[in-house]
């Protein structure tokens, strides 16, 4: 299965934007990138996932580079809630949804 | 709705005790899967179910068993608790099993074995 290599931690200032790169230089051509994030004491929360095109929602974007060997996820505006583990996984095309966790990057956000 | 619920939300076992953490979903979800999150780590995959009837084993399936009798619940059993099952437990639900789907997650169990 392909790996993702995320920063074990990063910080941020209030209302910046943050970007949160993920390598993942062995995915086939059928794995699909999510993004969780996981705030202090809850559980995982899904933030975006996409294939091959740049994807936007309300929570963030997701750019992907065209070789697909990484990725990164965009916080526009970075709050005080955006405090969390992010995480970075691949799913692969064609088989079922298990989520193989690595230990993501922690975000700080300053105020 | 409710999402995904889960039940207790904290639980004290002493060794060799068996027990079930229970898992609901109101959102007719087809996949339900359960995770274990030790402390500082990541999430690891224990067993999923695409459907009722149907379970799989995930990365940590020893010492858990599963049964899905019905789309809305996915108990999680411990037949015979140790130490090292001490964690906090999550359970999961999607759509579909399909590997584009959103998963849902709930609160957590936190589970100590003495």
């Known amino acids: 299965d392909a790996k993702t290599t995320q920063p074990n931690s990063m910080e941020s200032n209030e209302e910046e934007p943050v970007h949160l790169p993920c390598n993942h230089s062995?995915?086939?051509?059928?794995?699909?990138i999510h993004w969780y994030r996981q705030l202090p004491s809850q559980g995982p929360e899904y933030v975006i996932h996409?294939?091959?095109s740049n994807v936007n929602n309300r929570m963030a974007s997701l750019a992907i580079a065209e070789d697909r060997k990484s990725s990164t996820l965009i916080l526009h505006r970075a709050t005080l809630r955006d405090a969390a583990v992010y995480y970075c996984i691949l799913t692969k095309g064609g088989a079922t949804n298990k989520l193989i966790f690595g230990t993501g990057t922690l975000l700080a956000v300053q105020p | 709705n409710a999402g995904v619920t889960q039940t207790p939300k904290f639980q004290v076992l002493k060794t060799g005790q068996s027990m079930t953490l229970q898992c609901a979903q109101d959102?007719?979800?087809?996949?339900m899967s359960w995770y274990r999150q030790d402390p500082g780590m990541g999430l690891r995959l224990i067993h999923y179910?695409?459907?009722?009837?149907?379970?799989d084993q995930g990365e940590v399936p020893n010492g858990y068993n599963v049964s899905r009798s019905t789309t809305e619940d996915f108990p999680l059993r411990l037949l015979s608790a140790a130490p090292s099952q001490t964690s906090v437990y999550f359970c999961?639900?999607?759509?579909?099993?399909?590997?584009?789907?959103?998963?849902?997650f709930g609160p957590g169990t936190r589970l100590t074995v003495l």
């Open positions: 999961a639900s999607s759509k579909t099993g399909g590997p584009y789907n959103e998963q849902f």
């Open positions: 179910s695409v459907g009722a009837g149907i379970t």
């Open positions: 959102m007719n979800h087809e996949y």
């Open positions: 996409g294939l091959t």
């Open positions: 062995t995915i086939s051509g059928t794995d699909y």
